[in-house]
């Protein structure tokens, strides 16, 4: 397996974990979305990163309609409360620096 395989297989992993919130009062984890109701935010925010378990097959096109939904939703994350603003500009970045990771690689090619 490739260095480039095995650092895309183990950011995906990396970022599959962010999936899930914080342990709740009983301490276990559940599935983000699971006790409260979506935004339109949301819904796309989770669109937009289901999607990078799926990026090393993804054209170069369909990276690059993902990387601006994340430029578009970013406005939209910076105006929630400061604990969400935080962390799911954080999830944002990380998804959209692996589309970016993956469609420069294919770039290279």
């Known amino acids: 397996m490739s260095k480039l395989k095995i650092f895309v297989v183990v950011l995906v992993a990396a970022i599959s974990l962010l999936f899930l919130a914080p342990a709740g009062k009983q301490g276990v984890l559940i599935p983000v979305g699971t006790a409260y109701a979506q935004d ?11 999607k990078t378990q799926d990026s090393a097959a993804l054209s170069p ?42 469609l420069e690689s294919k770039e290279k090619k």
Request: aromatic residues 10%; glycine residues 0%; contains cysteine.
């Open 40 to 50: 339109d935010w949301k819904t796309e925010f989770e669109a937009i990163c289901s």
């Open 61 to 102: 096109d369909e990276l690059n309609n993902l990387v601006d939904r994340c430029n578009k939703l970013r406005p939209r994350i910076e105006k929630l409360d400061e604990t969400q603003r935080k962390v799911y500009l954080k999830r944002l970045q990380m998804c959209r620096d692996l589309f970016v990771f993956v």
